[in-house]
């Protein structure tokens, strides 16, 4: 159950990561 949560926790992590990078390349299309 820990592990579980851990992974969990991570793959978050990581698409808290993908949305903050993603979202400067909308806003410079969005500008462009």
Do not use: E, G, K
Request: net charge neutral.
């Amino acid at each position: 159950l820990t592990l579980f949560n851990h992974n969990s926790h991570y793959f978050i992590r990581v698409l808290h990561t993908l949305h903050l990078l993603h979202m400067p390349i909308d806003a410079t299309t969005y500008q462009l």
